[in-house]
């Protein structure tokens, strides 16, 4: 209730002192003990992009001052140390974020936790006349997944969304009180199906975000003490960081053709290995893999050492196609510009890309096109935005319990879109939208079922 004057407080604090440092770890603070408070009260999906967001630019940056400078023989060898003084930095970054989260709550309802717990008690009441449906849906995906790499490159965006679906197919299933072993043993095999997938292509992107979607899912209507969730959460962050690490080393073996053995066991075997000797993972050294993967504050330094010192800002220009582009088909625009890292990494920082990936994020593309004051008022637009649309989504649910389960596909790409492009949101957000829209007028009885109509309390629609 108090978090929105508090951030803006520290907005104008940030704005007449220099403490960007314990501005930065207080916010990080607040944000995470919100985060732990809201387990199972809500959906998270704010949540995540306010702690996200508070990560990547604000706290992995603080470390890239602190140790991670050109000095550091890691950081020097790679040029990876931050390219503008922290002062310049923290100006623009520490109000940019501050707004942007003040933003994403900026349409929070006093109720809203009350509101989707209902959503969900409504959604399992349904889930009881859903039939077969489920398990059509995970095999559509899983067909679509194999398909992909034979279909033509104008469907492939397609294909991936239907192989997305799978996961809506896996939360009906795991949210049906009357599961059977057969529901059993479906989410079973996609788990175990998803994760060898991820080990094989050492791409954990969608284990990680989503899964990221599924806990505010899963947790919902889930009561815990605040020490258990401190406690759980803090877990998985190491786990995940661990796997990170992981990751990072069975690359390595992978390019030296170094494995022997089953890909899977190598994995499991570097994985256990770290885990057990974890103090070594977050050494200064051994670190680096990770604070240079999540330090998205690099890229914003690159931009801001670029623009305006070789290049001036360019209102907008650049920025202005791509959020236009994400809203007609290519179909119709041919030439439209492609989202993505290499063309904005090159357009706004001068920086050429191979197989590296990596990219500016909304907040360096504001940065880059209308310069600090211009790129703060933008943060805050493009954070009202994703609060209405997620407010929206929720409005929706309300007649739609189903539609609840397919939240993970909608946002998947909202979730890490800080790390990204305003293109790259808005894109997957409106294809992924009218993907679904088309898909229940042909299948209605995937997101209301005929025989499990529940009449809408409307006490819940004051959303």
Known sequence: MYLKPLLFFLFCLCLTTPFYYEISIFLFFILFIRFINNIGKKLLLIETISLYSCLIYLIIPILGYKYYTISNPLSGLWGTYMKVPEGVYFEYTLPAILLFIFALLLFEKKMEGEIVRR????????????????????????????????????????????????????????????????????????????????????????????????????????????????????????????????????????????????????????????????????????????YFRTNQGYQLAAVMHYIPAYKAHDKGDFLSKSIFASFIPRAIWPNKPGAGGKMNMKYYANIFLDTTSMNVGPIGEGYGAFGKWGGILYMFLFGSFLSLAYRYFIHLAVNRPLLLFWQPLIFYEVIFCMENDTMQALNSLIKITFFLFVLFKFFPNLIIPRSGIIATNHATTGI
């Open 119 to 290: 959503v969900l008690n409504n959604a399992q009441e349904q889930l009881k006349h859903i039939g077969q449906a489920p398990y059509y849906i995970v095999l559509a995906g899983l067909l679509a997944f194999y398909i992909t790499s034979y279909a033509p490159v104008s469907l492939t965006y397609i294909l991936t969304i239907v192989y997305l679906c799978v996961f809506a197919g896996i939360a009906y299933l795991l949210f049906n009180n009357v599961i059977n072993f057969k529901g059993k043993l479906v989410i079973t095999f996609f788990t175990l199906w998803i994760l060898y997938n991820a080990v094989l292509s050492t791409m954990f992107t969608i284990v990680v975000y989503m899964g990221i979607s599924f806990f505010g899912l899963l947790m919902l209507n889930r009561k815990f003490t605040f020490f258990k969730k401190i406690a759980g959460l803090t877990l998985l962050i190491g786990l995940t960081l661990v796997l990170q690490f992981s990751k990072s080393n069975f690359r390595m073996l992978i390019k030296r053709n170094l494995i022997q053995g089953s890909p899977l066991t190598t994995f499991a075997t570097i994985y256990f290995k770290n885990l057990t000797n974890i103090k070594e993972v977050f050494s200064i050294n051994s670190f680096f893999p990770i």
